[in-house]
């Protein structure tokens, strides 16, 4: 649960001002990822065990989070939110990996 919750500090970091730059207010920014990460990290081993490789899952996972965030923010008035998840999105699975390599976290 520990690094579910420095996982998903971090994306909410990345994540956040990006929404904000697109016009999301505080409330939408937050919310974005929040009903997105903890579906993605728990369902992370799910999605595998259908036999797909670890890049293949990642790609399944990331495209649920940026389409539901797209579909949140699009609810919210965000103009182009599909373009805005899509940005948010790579940029925090980037990060995260860059991170990951550099500093062995989030």
């Known amino acids: 649960m520990k690094a579910w919750l420095i996982a998903f500090a971090f994306t909410q ?3 956040v001002p990006i ?5 999301a207010g505080w ?8 009903l997105t990460h903890p579906l ?15 890049s293949g899952t990642l790609v399944v996972v990331e495209a649920f989070a940026i ?4 579909a949140w923010l699009s609810s919210r008035r ?4 599909f373009l805005w998840s899509l940005l948010a999105n790579l940029t925090s699975v980037t990060l995260g990996f860059l991170s990951r390599a550099a500093f062995g976290w989030p």
């Not at 993605?40 to 670890?54: A, D, E, N, P």
């Not at 965000?78 to 939110?81: I, P, W």
């Open 19 to 23: 929404y904000l730059r697109a016009g």
């Open 40 to 54: 993605v990290w728990f369902g992370f081993s799910t999605v595998r065990g259908l036999g797909l490789s670890y």
């Open 67 to 70: 389409l539901v965030e797209a």
């Open 27 to 34: 409330r939408a920014a937050l919310l974005a990822s929040t």
């Open 13 to 15: 970091a990345v994540e």
């Open 78 to 81: 965000v103009k182009r939110a």
